[in-house]
């Protein structure tokens, strides 16, 4: 189903910020090369992107300056203040840092809890998939998936073949490597 959108070069972003899934989204998004949030939905990711692109060269630029070996000759307290702010912005930008332009297709794993990732992409007229539980709304959805947004197997299951037809849609081979339990903190 999904094949037909990567032959074309479209491209996806996983949208799942609830501790049951934030560890497969990472681990699913970078399997297949799709883009990610996992910790907290940004207010204006989408609809705002210049703005946030921003953000994402900061955190670019931080890290080549950590690779680098500039933050080590700082002064303490500078250092401590760039390393600070280089781990908030991985925490938050570091899944969608490579991506260029919005994504085509959203896959968004509890629609009440990322309704403003919905509002956004509604607004901009992105194709939206999501599991839908049974509190959720099938009319905001585009592509629904019933299923538990609650149960890490259930989330780890759906997203796991998603990401395998993002493979084979891309031509590339499925890893049919176990991924590991994600670490619930």
């Not at 501790?19 to 297949?32: S, W, Y």
Request: proline share 3%; hydrophobic share 35%; with cysteine.
């Amino acid at each position: 189903m999904y094949e037909k959108h990567l032959k074309k070069g479209k491209k996806f972003l996983f949208v799942g910020t609830k501790r049951q899934a934030a560890g497969v989204i990472a681990q699913e998004a970078e399997r297949c090369g799709a883009y990610y949030i996992n910790q907290r939905w940004l207010g204006g990711i989408l609809t705002n992107w210049f703005t946030i692109r921003t953000r994402v060269e900061r955190l670019k630029e931080l890290e080549s300056k950590e690779e680098s070996g500039y933050l080590d000759k700082l002064p303490k307290k500078e250092t401590a203040l760039l390393k600070k702010e280089l781990e908030k912005l991985r925490k938050n930008l570091n899944g969608i840092k490579d991506m260029k332009r919005l994504p085509d297709l959203v896959l968004i794993i509890d629609q009440k809890r990322e309704s403003t990732a919905i509002q956004e992409c509604m607004t901009l007229g992105i194709p939206i998939i999501s599991i839908l539980d049974s509190n959720c709304n099938p009319d905001v959805t585009d592509i629904p998936i019933p299923g538990n947004d609650d149960a890490i197997r259930s989330i780890k299951l759906i997203v796991g073949k998603i990401a395998d037809s993002i493979c084979e849609g891309k031509g590339g081979k499925i890893q049919t490597e176990d991924i590991e339990e994600a670490e619930i903190a």
